[in-house]
C-alpha cells in the first residue's frame, strides 16, 4: 500500500492541473464579456510576473544574466508571452473557448513542424 501512494499523489496533481488549465479558457471567456482583451492579457500577465518574482525571491533562484540574454529574453517574452495572450484572448472575443484549447494544445506540434531537421 505504501507503494502506491505516491503514484496517487502523482496522478491527484496531474488531474488538479489539467482541471486548472481546462478551466482557464472558459475563465478568460467568461472574463472577456466584462473587460477588454489588452487589460486581461495586461492583468494576467502582471499576476504571473509577480508570483514568480516572489517564487523565485523565496527559493533564492536569481541568476545574473549577461546583457546579451537580456535582451534575447526580452524579445521571447514579448513574442511568446505577450502576443500569445493578446491573441488568446482576441481569438476568445470571436470564437468559443473550446476552438481556443484545440488551437491553442496544437502551438507544440505547429512549432515542431515548422523547425527545420537537423
Known amino acids: 500500500m505504501k507503494e502506491g501512494f505516491p503514484l496517487v499523489r502523482s496522478y491527484t496533481i496531474l488531474?488538479?492541473?489539467v482541471l486548472i488549465w481546462a478551466g482557464n479558457y472558459?475563465?478568460?471567456q467568461?472574463?472577456?464579456s466584462e473587460f477588454p482583451p489588452l487589460?486581461?492579457?495586461a492583468f494576467s500577465l502582471t499576476v504571473i510576473s509577480v508570483f514568480f518574482f516572489i517564487m523565485a525571491f523565496?527559493?533564492?533562484s536569481f541568476v545574473r544574466l549577461q546583457r546579451k540574454e537580456i535582451?534575447?529574453?526580452c524579445l521571447a517574452g514579448l513574442i511568446g508571452l505577450v502576443?500569445?495572450?493578446i491573441f488568446l484572448f482576441s481569438g476568445?472575443?470571436?470564437s468559443t473557448a473550446t476552438n481556443a484549447s484545440l488551437i491553442f494544445s496544437l502551438a507544440p506540434l505547429i512549432t515542431a513542424l515548422l523547425l527545420p531537421p537537423y
Open 15 to 17: 488531474l488538479f492541473c
Open 26 to 28: 472558459l475563465a478568460r
Open 30 to 32: 467568461f472574463l472577456l
Open 39 to 41: 487589460f486581461l492579457s
Open 58 to 60: 523565496v527559493t533564492k
Open 71 to 73: 535582451v534575447i529574453l
Open 83 to 85: 502576443a500569445n495572450q
Open 92 to 94: 476568445l472575443k470571436y
